[in-house]
């Protein structure tokens, strides 16, 4: 059952995989993080998969997924209406 | 060998000049660049000179790793008494002029005095000449540059050179070579043109030496694979440090007009790929494998055309969003005027941005404004200003050449709250309230306001609190608005860059971008395999903290102390008013704040009014060299 939407912001590498800055996706109830990159991984292809570290299970460290602004790195985080889902990669600089 | 190694005293006032070998000790103390050109600044300037006096020293010094072809090792520090804030004034440049003086002979400049005339100094194979500069005199960085090596009839020299900001005194004027180069912060291209040194030009054929070239070169080739293969410099070597942007914008990390927003709405003509549109090719530094900056090309408008390097994220935030100018053409522009004049982006940025908001502001009387039109969005205002800034010309390019403390004393009190800046320099665009490790780096960095001093960018990701004990040594929260364990990153990247700025490599290709970029461990195998010293994780660390702690008591000395640690009012006073909740209606927390800086000041070994301690100074071997009290 559809409960809400989010939104999906892609960045760097990312943008240049999906061609888009900004998707807005539908989410069922009890969405996982996990669920939306299976999702993006059949539109795009498996370079969403590849985020993950197949050794922890955890969004590899160098790569930056915020939830909401905030840094995530488990796949199992819970994601819920009017979230916004930004895929970047970490990199500072001045 | 690394003992070898040479220093040339040039005294300008007597045109004289001596060769010496840097001594072992010194080299083991502080291992060559930021660190040794910090021992001579605390040891070879009387405490209260004027900076732009003879009696200034000016430091030019190649890292100790310097020539070998990996990190972009050909990073250059140059140092003096800062013009600008009267506190440690160091600036770091990359491109190519490193390596070349120490192809040259030479590790090591000091140079002293004042030339009776304008000079430049020569450099070629173990020589040193002071030459008559007075044919370029008045022109800019570009021209400087293609003038000496047509003297010369040699394209390969490298040339250290000022435009007309540091021949005009302009207190922010940098030291600029190649098309993009820049050493930025602290006025070191105003103290070369108190000297009438508009240039240092290096031509060298000589060898480099290496007790273990051929495992050197195997491990430079490892740090280069490991650095090409990682998603950041991929990243980084396609959009450079553009990139950061469209993340900060998002977030809301970014200061906008000045500091009243922290993020520019519709501000998406300034994301990285508009850059697409203008670039021809990327191009990067010595030694480097990443290539981070953009090569363009501008066909249309006023300016045009123009072939320029760049533009950095700091431009990005200086011609951009501080100022609310929306389109990349705008920072294009600018970004080029600033690298032919030879002034520092950041602080002209900072500075326009603050004048600006004085200007909606009435806070400027007729005199002040001069004519201009300085509201928000003007581009050509910010053209007009970086111009007449650069030349000294008019009332406000007077007003504003000398810094934001002068022109502070002159404006009014009330000026001052709007201007942001710590110990007379400016802030980066970033927006330090809601991440209260970057606003203690800025408070505490010893040249004023800096993000490149000690800033922990990867406290933004939200790495596992695991690893991130791992790289720390101690707990530290993965939230960058929590202020649990922000001393210890700070302290931690503030000794990692000291010791990078010591060894000439760029910060990019450390842990300042990833957590498995090259840090201690992999510094101390470099050092080992480029100089034959033997120097453990501690040790390295050691040199770090005795660098920091010099250029400490440098400022002490100078009058500087727990007082001039402090954030401009704005953060404890005015909550962020956008981007994501995270981020939303945050201030710095005083408290909270002044905790994290008695912290911080504890881990150096420093006591609460940030003074180190005299067993500090005796565990570093640091003389004690502050006047007596009476």
């Given at each position: 059952m559809i409960t809400g939407k989010i939104e999906i912001l892609f960045q760097a590498t990312f943008r240049e995989i999906t061609k888009k800055r900004k998707i807005v996706e539908q989410i069922n109830e009890d969405c996982t993080f996990g669920e939306i990159l299976a999702e993006l991984a059949k539109k795009y292809g498996n370079d969403f998969f590849n985020i993950v570290n197949p050794q922890t299970n955890k969004i590899s460290n160098d790569i930056l997924v915020m939830l909401n602004g905030k840094g995530i790195r488990e796949i199992d985080e819970k994601i819920k209406d009017k979230d916004v889902l930004i895929f970047s990669l970490p990199v500072g600089g001045g | 060998?690394?003992?070898?190694?040479?220093?040339?005293?040039?005294?300008?006032?007597?045109?004289?000049?001596?060769?010496?070998?840097?001594?072992?000790?010194?080299?083991?103390?502080?291992?060559?660049?930021?660190?040794?050109?910090?021992?001579?600044?605390?040891?070879?300037?009387?405490?209260?000179?004027?900076?732009?006096?003879?009696?200034?020293?000016?430091?030019?010094?190649?890292?100790?790793?310097?020539?070998?072809?990996?990190?972009?090792?050909?990073?250059?520090?140059?140092?003096?008494?800062?013009?600008?804030?009267?506190?440690?004034?160091?600036?770091?440049?990359?491109?190519?002029?490193?390596?070349?003086?120490?192809?040259?002979?030479?590790?090591?400049?000091?140079?002293?005095?004042?030339?009776?005339?304008?000079?430049?100094?020569?450099?070629?194979?173990?020589?040193?000449?002071?030459?008559?500069?007075?044919?370029?005199?008045?022109?800019?960085?570009?021209?400087?540059?293609?003038?000496?090596?047509?003297?010369?009839?040699?394209?390969?020299?490298?040339?250290?050179?000022?435009?007309?900001?540091?021949?005009?005194?302009?207190?922010?004027?940098?030291?600029?070579?190649?098309?993009?180069?820049?050493?930025?912060?602290?006025?070191?291209?105003?103290?070369?043109?108190?000297?009438?040194?508009?240039?240092?030009?290096?031509?060298?054929?000589?060898?480099?030496?290496?007790?273990?070239?051929?495992?050197?070169?195997?491990?430079?080739?490892?740090?280069?694979?490991?650095?090409?293969?990682?998603?950041?410099?991929?990243?980084?070597?396609?959009?450079?440090?553009?990139?950061?942007?469209?993340?900060?914008?998002?977030?809301?990390?970014?200061?906008?007009?000045?500091?009243?927003?922290?993020?520019?709405?519709?501000?998406?003509?300034?994301?990285?790929?508009?850059?697409?549109?203008?670039?021809?090719?990327?191009?990067?530094?010595?030694?480097?494998?990443?290539?981070?900056?953009?090569?363009?090309?501008?066909?249309?408008?006023?300016?045009?055309?123009?072939?320029?390097?760049?533009?950095?994220?700091?431009?990005?935030?200086?011609?951009?969003?501080?100022?609310?100018?929306?389109?990349?053409?705008?920072?294009?522009?600018?970004?080029?005027?600033?690298?032919?004049?030879?002034?520092?982006?950041?602080?002209?940025?900072?500075?326009?941005?603050?004048?600006?908001?004085?200007?909606?502001?009435?806070?400027?009387?007729?005199?002040?404004?001069?004519?201009?039109?300085?509201?928000?969005?003007?581009?050509?205002?910010?053209?007009?200003?970086?111009?007449?800034i650069s030349k000294r010309e008019g009332y406000l390019g007077n007003l504003l050449a000398d810094g934001f403390l002068p022109a502070i004393a002159k404006i009014g009190k009330e000026s001052e709250y709007y201007a942001m800046q710590i110990k007379g320099m400016s802030n980066l665009h970033s927006d330090e309230r809601p991440t209260p490790s970057l606003a203690l780096g800025i408070a505490t960095s010893t040249r004023g306001a800096d993000h490149l001093r000690s800033r922990p960018a990867i406290d933004l990701y939200g790495l596992p609190e695991e690893l991130l004990e791992e790289i720390y040594g101690a707990p530290v929260s993965s939230n960058y608005t929590s202020y649990k364990g922000k001393s210890r990153m700070v302290w931690w990247q503030e000794l990692l860059y000291a010791i990078t700025d010591s060894i000439g490599i760029c910060k990019f290709q450390t842990v300042f971008c990833a957590v498995n970029a090259p840090k201690f461990e992999e510094f101390s195998k470099l050092i080992n395999l480029t100089s034959g010293m033997k120097l453990s994780k501690p040790q390295i660390m050691e040199i770090g903290e005795r660098v920091l702690t010099v250029e400490r008591m440098f400022n002490n000395r100078e009058g500087f102390s727990r007082k001039d640690d402090k954030l401009p009012e704005r953060f404890f006073k005015e909550p962020t008013k956008l981007g994501f909740p995270i981020v939303k209606g945050k201030t710095i927390d005083r408290d909270k704040f002044n905790t994290l800086i008695e912290e911080y000041y504890s881990l150096h070994g420093w006591d609460n009014n940030g003074i180190p301690r005299d067993e500090t100074l005796r565990e570093l071997g640091i003389e004690n060299k502050q006047p007596l009290k009476t």
């Open positions: - | 060998m690394v003992w070898n190694r040479k220093i040339a005293y040039i005294d300008l006032t007597s045109s004289k000049f001596k060769i010496k070998t840097i001594s072992k000790s010194l080299r083991n103390q502080f291992l060559g660049g930021r660190g040794i050109n910090m021992y001579h600044l605390y040891h070879q300037i009387a405490p209260g000179i004027d900076p732009l006096g003879p009696e200034n020293v000016l430091l030019i010094g190649t890292g100790l790793l310097t020539g070998i072809p990996a990190l972009g090792a050909g990073r250059c520090d140059i140092a003096a008494k800062s013009p600008l804030t009267g506190a440690v004034g160091d600036s770091n440049i990359g491109g190519f002029f490193a390596p070349e003086l120490r192809f040259a002979g030479f590790d090591h400049l000091m140079i002293t005095g004042k030339a009776a005339k304008p000079s430049y100094i020569w450099i070629n194979n173990g020589e040193v000449e002071i030459r008559d500069a007075s044919h370029l005199w008045g022109k800019d960085t570009f021209e400087t540059q293609d003038q000496i090596r047509s003297d010369h009839n040699d394209e390969q020299i490298k040339s250290l050179v000022i435009g007309e900001a540091g021949e005009n005194l302009v207190r922010y004027a940098n030291v600029r070579t190649g098309m993009k180069n820049a050493a930025g912060r602290t006025g070191m291209g105003c103290v070369m043109g108190s000297k009438n040194l508009k240039a240092v030009a290096a031509r060298g054929t000589m060898d480099l030496e290496f007790p273990y070239p051929d495992q050197l070169l195997d491990y430079c080739s490892e740090m280069n694979n490991m650095i090409t293969g990682s998603r950041w410099a991929r990243a980084q070597s396609k959009w450079g440090t553009l990139i950061i942007y469209s993340n900060t914008n998002t977030t809301g990390l970014i200061r906008t007009r000045n500091f009243q927003l922290n993020l520019l709405e519709d501000g998406e003509n300034l994301e990285p790929e508009v850059m697409d549109e203008y670039t021809i090719g990327m191009s990067g530094c010595y030694g480097c494998s990443v290539h981070c900056r953009h090569r363009y090309v501008l066909k249309e408008g006023p300016y045009a055309p123009i072939f320029g390097e760049g533009p950095e994220y700091t431009s990005l935030g200086a011609f951009g969003t501080m100022v609310d100018c929306r389109k990349m053409d705008t920072v294009l522009v600018a970004n080029h005027l600033v690298n032919k004049y030879g002034i520092d982006t950041l602080e002209i940025g900072g500075i326009i941005a603050w004048i600006m908001e004085l200007y909606e502001k009435e806070l400027l009387t007729e005199k002040m404004i001069d004519g201009f039109d300085l509201s928000w969005g003007n581009e050509e205002a910010v053209y007009e200003l970086i111009k007449k």
